[in-house]
């Protein structure tokens, strides 16, 4: 299984709500990230985890929570976004604890937030 | 933080033409360099990276990349490109120990 699974594929929501993005891997990495891609814009980092601690905050709103459960599930839980927040919210892995590692990515989660 | 820049935002290629995507990358020292597609409605997948060693890289998909460091330069090529070859290109580069910092992106549509 070399595949980065996102859930769910597509969310709306609005400004009040609260929800939550899924990632699951089972390929044994050890790292797992979350990226923002806004449309026809590369994919810019967000949070890195390692061994299931964040080790990369790139000073992203609180909005925005992660959460890693354990080594193969990451989440992202949102509460009060802006329409500015619309994006496709990507998740990717990678083995972990070295650099130059190829990074596994998932479909991503398109997300608007009205 | 290292960071790299794509100069072509926008290339329209026929088919069996010959592409050259240029990246240039911003950090003198050591640098950890990748490029990624992004095919329509389709995951980033790494086309090939770049470490140390031999500064011609070849992935998948007929596609290649050199390194010249005189140029600080990491330009992606294939000598002939197909219609399924229409996606975005990302070139990145490794900062913060795992983390790839991605730059704008050049798309690429291969016309019949």
């Known amino acids: 299984d070399t595949e980065v699974t996102q859930t769910p594929k597509h969310l709306v929501m609005g400004m009040t709500n609260k929800k939550s993005l899924k990632c699951e891997q089972h390929?044994?990495?050890?790292?797992m990230y979350w990226y923002k891609q806004k449309a026809k814009k590369p994919p810019e980092l967000m949070f890195v985890y390692s061994y299931e601690k964040l080790s990369i905050n790139e000073s992203v709103p609180s909005r925005f929570s992660p959460e890693c459960p354990n080594s193969s599930l990451l989440n992202l839980h949102l509460h009060a976004l802006q329409p500015e927040d619309s994006a496709l919210y990507l998740c990717a892995s990678s083995e972990g604890g070295q650099p130059n590692e190829k990074l596994f990515f998932g479909s991503g989660t398109q997300l608007s937030v009205l | 933080a290292q960071s790299v820049s794509q100069h072509n935002h926008h290339v329209i290629l026929s088919e069996a033409a010959s592409l050259e995507l240029g990246c240039n990358y911003s950090?003198?020292?050591?640098?950890?360099l990748f490029w990624y597609v992004q095919y329509p409605g389709q995951h980033l997948q790494l086309l090939l990276k770049?470490?140390?060693?031999?500064?011609l890289v070849k992935g998948i998909k007929g596609f290649e990349a050199e390194f010249i460091k005189s140029k600080f330069s990491f330009n992606l090529r294939k000598p002939s490109v197909q219609w399924s070859d229409t996606a975005e290109y990302f070139c990145a580069v490794l900062h913060s120990g795992y983390a790839l910092n991605f730059g704008k992106g050049t798309s690429l549509l291969v016309t019949p």
């Open positions: 390929m044994g990495h050890r790292a």
């Open positions: 770049y470490f140390s060693g031999d500064p």
């Open positions: 950090y003198g020292g050591t640098v950890n």
